[in-house]
């Protein structure tokens, strides 16, 4: 058996295996469809500065249409089309929010709250602002008043994890194991596509029973998952830009004595860990009458979705693995890339 890690590369796990899921399915048609209409949305917001074509090679990269497709099988093609521009629109917001500083952070997290609270009325000319005004009026025509609360809280805590995440690197201090798991539960924007769940799928589910212990059990099983995840997935990516907000630096820092092989099996396991506890809530579940079980069953199913719509989708995408990708995809191994200079 070959090991897990050497020097410059790493073993990753086969977690859609272990999951037991069919690796989802969609059209090519539908794909490009998506590609190509997501793509003008986001260059109608293009912007004037030197990141512009490092934005749009990102885009390319990211595959949205795939991203979409793979995590929200099923949702209508109104649906589909919001949840590719949104998600194109999210990374671009997460890859900003990891260059800057915790003040930039507060007043980004300022002017897309303003926008998604107010938008018919907010005035700001900032393009996160636009691009923020236009999501939440195309989310808010379908979206309950509960379901776009919840948009809006979830928002909260992604940027509440942001701040967290640009304080420690004020500090220059990596955070403890407990601590990164907590700051990472936000930092992964899963609460946000949670709701997008319940809106994609037209699930109404009343505030009981999205706040019971189960639910949330299963959505932080869920968001564990996809955390850790894109952890194994990104690290060697993270790692070339000199950012440490990762499970697997967070560990090596901390026990100088776990190298990178410890590290990634660590992960894996902590991976595994997140499915098996999944299905063991899953088993769990109440009863709460024949009419909100059967929202609840398409809410969980929407979760299980996630499970091995985002690893389907890491294999496809350039963001992670580069033009490796294909070999990453075949022999599940990664290799290091170079540290890029500052």
Known sequence: MPSLASADSYLLADLQSYSGLPAPVASRRLHAELKVATQTWFEKYRSNTRSADAESRALRALNP?????????GAGATQLRFCSDFIAYFFMLDDIAEERDLRDNVQIADIVLNALNHPTTDKSTARLAIMSRDLMRRFARTGTETVQRRFITAFGYYFQGLE????????????TLDEYIRIR??????????????????????????????????????????AWSNDLYSYSAERAK??????????????????LAAAT?????????????FNRLRAELPSWGEDVDSH???????????IVGIVHWSFQTERYFGKAVGTVRATKRVQLMPIRSR
């Open 164 to 175: 967290e995440q640009a304080q420690l690197r004020v500090q220059g201090r990596i955070p």
């Open 65 to 73: 249409a795939v991203f979409v497709t793979s995590t929200y099988p």
């Open 185 to 226: 539960r936000d930092t992964t924007g899963c609460k946000l596509c949670w709701v997008i769940v319940e809106w994609a799928h037209n699930i109404d589910l009343p505030e009981e029973v999205f706040s019971h212990p189960i639910i949330f059990g299963l959505g932080q099983a869920t968001n564990d998952f996809v």
């Open 242 to 259: 000199g950012h440490d907000h990762n499970m697997i630096s967070v560990l090596m820092h901390h026990d100088r004595a776990m190298n």
């Open 265 to 277: 099996e660590f992960v894996g396991e902590m991976c595994k860990e997140a499915i098996d506890r």
């Open 296 to 306: 609840v069953a398409r809410y969980v199913q929407g979760l299980s979705n996630w």
